[in-house]
C-alpha cells in the first residue's frame, strides 16, 4: 500500500516510503518562497519544516493567512514524517544529485 501523498497542489503521486516521497517534493516540484522571511526553499516537507522550526506560529499565521487548524494540520504532518523518516538519507541523496 502507498501510505505517502506528495499532496503538493493537487498532486496525486504516492509512495511507499516516506523518504522517496520528501524527495519527489523536492525534485519534482517548484520551490517555495517562504511568505515569512523570503527564503526559498523546497516545497512540502522542507518547506513545512523551515515555516515551524525558523518561526513562529503567530509568524505563520499572519504571513500566510492561516488560522489555528492550518497550523495544526501541517505540525501533524511534519511530526508524522519526523517519527518514521530518515532524514538524514533524504539530506544524503538530495546532496548527491545536487538538488540541495
Ligand atoms: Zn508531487
Ligand atoms: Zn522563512
Redesign the pocket.
Known sequence: MSRWKCGIEGCDARFENVENAIIHQTTEHERHE?K????I?PEGYFAIR??FD??TRAEFVRAYDADSSAVRIREDIKQAIEDVADLNRVVKTLRDEGAL
Not at 36 to 39: A, E, H, N, R, Y
Open positions: 517562504c515569512v522571511c523570503g527564503t526553499v523551515h515555516a525558523e518561526h
